[in-house]
């Protein structure tokens, strides 16, 4: 495959609010592409969980980071599948860290400087010199601002609400589309105003508003993306 610079292998970035397809997109193109996924919003999940379990002050970012120091969160990449699990003290949780007491709490522990200060260290650890499509909310801007290409996902709110109530329901969540869609809303507000790491748009990013495409249309805008700039 293709080195970037003859240096290292493909990075790309992907960024973007709840429900925009970072996930889905961060897939497809793995498969495509026969890179790793890294799914950066697991380890705020898994540390959410891992406060919960401890019973842990969230409102105390001194607590909370301390939970950090002490848990080992990792994400698992199997060889020949793109696919991450969430890892977390050697327990695979990526089922739970989806259920809605964890998708509550997960904003609040990742709001603080140090916490994000330190996941973006693991992160860039885990990434290294992978060929590797790395989804989130601050990877272009924060994580990996050297990425080969940088790709920045929207869509309208109903249509974010209703692919996250589908995955929710997936994953056998009891919950309504009225309320997915008010948390998406106050996901919008908490992770815009966040006063460390907030969710913006890297200057330099590749725009695709996915409100009508079907997984494999926003696929074929970033091969010809990948293409037009000679990145594959």
Do not use: W
């Not at 290409?149 to 109530?165: C, E, G, P, Q, W």
């Amino acid at each position: 495959m293709n080195e970037i610079n003859n240096k290292r292998p493909l990075q790309i970035a992907i960024d973007g609010p709840v429900g925009s397809g970072k996930g889905t997109l961060a897939v497809a193109l793995a498969k495509r592409l026969n890179a790793v996924h890294v799914y950066t919003g697991g380890m705020y999940r898994a540390l959410a969980l891992a406060c919960k379990r401890l019973g842990v002050n969230l409102n105390d970012e001194k607590e909370v980071f301390n939970v950090l120091e002490n848990s080992d969160i990792d994400l698992k990449i199997d060889a020949g599948s793109p696919l991450t699990k969430v890892i977390l003290n050697g327990e695979n949780v990526s089922e739970e860290i989806f259920f809605p007491e964890i998708s509550n709490i997960t904003p609040i522990v990742a709001s603080y400087k140090s916490v994000r200060e330190e996941m973006v260290r693991r992160q860039r650890k885990i990434i290294g010199e992978k060929r590797s499509i790395v989804e989130g909310r601050d990877i272009a801007t924060h994580v990996i601002p050297n990425a080969d290409i940088k790709i920045s996902l929207t869509a309208d709110v109903d249509t974010r609400a209703r692919r996250r109530f589908n995955q929710l329901i997936d994953k056998h969540v009891n919950i309504t589309l009225d309320e997915v869609k008010k948390d998406v809303l106050e996901r919008d507000d908490r992770d815009s105003k966040r006063k460390d790491f907030p969710l913006e748009i890297s200057k330099d990013s590749f725009l695709i508003d996915t409100s009508n495409d079907t997984v494999e249309d926003t696929v074929n805008k970033v091969f010809d993306e990948l293409n037009r700039r000679g990145l594959i």
